[in-house]
């Protein structure tokens, strides 16, 4: 638990239920990931988790970053640790070893999961494809949100086709968390070197802006997740922006598909310059600003993720119930409307409610017992 707020930039070093308070001055103004490398050069055997310049400068949807391209993405963590000058928190393991009732059956389940991973037909996409894929599937079942929810198909969205473009032009190899051998990481190349691709990213920063030059779009992701976005309300906003400003109600916005004028206002808006002070403030509070609060895509303040809910209708009660408004992991209802479950993607009876009711109830014991809720096809009830 961390109270209070410090005066001066730190980083905190966990080991042995002891706790190090260190300046960080030096690091202060890094990205995500010069900052995780700086602190692994001397804590190699270590758990970075950090701020970029988004959640330094406190803007509402910045997250925290890990790994170089995993996030704790939504809700604004980022900008918590930023508010307390928080720059990073290193954990430092005194043992690896985790004591178990009986290591014999725990071991048993962990070959067999290890199996089902590789094996069981749910978890092949996500194996050869990952979350990318969803691109095509998304396109073609047309629930791929584009152009600020105006469109449920982005136009020459075949430029950022997984299987036709990214996979066999800029896929270099496959990634995984730890221990995972399912491995639904997708890396890309960017002009940087080498980045870590998800759908959502590829959605809010590639559909609802209208980007569609595949390495233009990589190199917008990279920049977002370095500097510290929730890429899914950062894409939402700045198309919002795109939106208004092709309304006439605001001046010096890009326009649909404008590189150079979005990968510009992604770092105002980390730095809180400009138009980017605006976007800072993410959807909900520039409608109110703007008094266009009936123009603004939002659920309790929180930006959607890509699945449009005009075409799968579960996720409207995904989003209805959500304590977090448009959180699309809280009951997952797009996993469901997408495999035609519940009386098939359109449906929004009885049977559509239990089958959302079920995968909620899922995904809370998911959470508590911190399983991946990608290998649900593996997971029963029994």
Wanted: aromatic share 8%.
């Amino acid at each position: 638990m961390i109270t209070g707020i410090s005066p001066r930039p730190v980083h905190l070093i966990i080991s042995d239920g002891k706790v190090e308070i260190r300046d960080a001055r030096e690091l202060w103004g890094l990205d995500t990931v010069e900052t995780e490398h700086a602190i692994k050069r001397e804590f190699r055997d270590s758990a970075v988790l950090t701020i970029g310049p988004a959640g330094e400068n406190r803007v509402p949807y910045a997250c925290i970053g890990h790994e170089d391209w995993r996030q704790f993405g939504r809700t604004g963590a980022g900008a918590v640790m930023g508010s307390k000058n928080v720059k990073a928190i290193t954990f430092i393991p005194v043992s690896k070893t985790v004591d178990v009732a009986d290591d014999k059956v725990y071991q048993d389940l962990v070959r067999s999961l290890g199996r089902q991973a590789v094996t069981n037909p749910g978890m092949i996409p996500y194996r050869q494809g990952g979350t990318v894929r969803l691109i095509d599937v998304g396109c073609n079942m047309g629930f791929y949100p584009s152009i600020y929810w105006t469109r449920v198909v982005m136009p020459n969205w075949e430029d950022i086709s997984w299987e036709k473009v990214l996979k066999p032009r800029y896929f270099i190899k496959n990634g995984a968390c730890l221990y995972c051998p399912v491995a639904c990481h997708k890396v890309v190349r960017s002009s940087n070197g080498e980045y870590d691709l998800e759908y959502e990213t590829v959605m809010a920063l590639g559909g609802l802006t209208g980007v569609h030059d595949p390495q233009k779009l990589i190199d917008l992701a990279e920049l977002a997740d370095r500097l510290g976005f929730d890429t899914i309300s950062l894409g939402n906003t700045i198309a919002f922006l795109t939106y208004l400003g092709e309304k006439g109600i605001i001046k010096g916005a890009p326009r649909w598909g404008d590189y150079e004028g979005i990968r510009q206002l992604i770092i105002d808006t980390a730095y809180r310059r400009g138009l980017g002070e605006l976007a800072a403030l993410g959807t909900k509070t520039i409608a109110e600003r703007l008094g266009v609060q009936d123009l603004a895509i939002h659920v309790k303040g929180l930006e959607p993720a890509g699945y449009d809910p005009r075409t799968l209708k579960g996720m409207i009660l995904n989003n209805a119930i959500s304590e977090r408004g448009a959180d699309h992991l809280w009951s997952s209802a797009y996993a469901v409307d997408i495999a035609g479950q519940g009386g098939g993607r359109f449906a929004t009876g009885e049977e559509k409610v239990r089958a959302v009711m079920d995968i909620e109830e899922r995904n809370a014991l998911y959470d508590s017992m911190l399983l991946c809720k990608f290998g649900r096809a593996m997971y029963t009830w029994r």
